[in-house]
């Protein structure tokens, strides 16, 4: 089987194509995902947009192969999603979800687990590791910790540098803002945008639309499951999405009232 390209081989070709794609539950048959038709070119920064409960989750993790449709297809580098290896996919494409953990390891640690599966040398490995410590600015006194000893915040900024230091083609990031604060919510956003990630795919799913109104290039809407639209950010009436996404979110409030 041919290999997937990394973010550095044919950039432009790592493309998510999305084609009538659903999902329903293992029991029931009321569709969470539905109809949902989309692409992406690769290099593309795009925002996942949507209240709680429209999908976000969902749909990342169909790209990430954590769950595969029940209807449709998913086109990844021009190939079905489904009859690419999970491990070989994960190679390449990297989620990171809202509680993330560390599985028992140190921050140094668990930042090269995921390193030592693919074909670098132990040199390679402590270096990237260092560059992307140092990127992110990881206090030294983390660095011996295991995740029992560090916030949910931290928690989360060491997940994001454990798969930014996989410089992945496409990463996929679950409501990244959520625990963090709003140093570091800044500092996220100017990280997206280093030059090792210049070619990276990256889609941010968030409720949080003006933390990513100035970063997206490419914005997808979903609400209660459906994608509602797929624009380039420039072309997007933002103070009306925003509007759209707080009154979802009040709606989704107070359904849980």
Not at 100 to 114: N, Q
Request: hydrophobic share 40%; glycine share 4%.
């Amino acid at each position: 089987m041919d290999n997937l390209d990394s973010p550095t081989r044919n950039s432009r070709l790592n493309q998510w194509q999305l084609e009538q794609v659903g999902l329903r539950p293992p029991i029931g048959s009321q569709l969470l995902l539905q109809s949902v038709s989309a692409e992406l070119m690769g290099g593309d920064r795009c925002a996942l947009i949507g209240a709680t409960g429209a999908g976000k989750t969902l749909l990342l993790r169909l790209l990430n192969r954590l769950t595969d449709p029940s209807e449709g297809s998913i086109l990844f580098q021009g190939r079905d999603l489904q009859q690419i290896p999970i491990a070989q996919l994960r190679q390449v494409v990297t989620l990171v979800l809202p509680e993330p953990r560390l599985l028992g390891m140190t921050v140094r640690d668990a930042i090269a687990y995921p390193l030592t599966f693919r074909n670098l040398s132990p040199t390679v490995i402590q270096q990237r590791v260092a560059d992307w410590i140092d990127r992110l600015q990881i206090p030294s006194d983390w660095l011996s910790k295991t995740e029992v000893q560090l916030t949910l915040s931290q928690r989360q900024w060491v997940s994001i540098a454990r798969a930014c230091a996989c410089e992945p083609a496409v990463l996929l990031l679950d409501e990244p803002f959520t625990a963090l604060d709003g140093d570091r919510r800044l500092q996220l956003l100017n990280l997206l945008q280093d030059p090792a990630l210049r070619q990276t795919t990256i889609v941010i799913a968030t409720h949080q639309v003006k933390l990513v109104r100035s970063w997206a290039q490419r914005v997808w809407c979903l609400h209660q499951g459906k994608l509602l639209w797929q624009e380039s950010s420039d072309r997007l009436d933002w103070e009306f999405v925003q509007d759209s996404i707080a009154q979802a979110e009040a709606d989704v409030a107070t359904e849980w009232d």
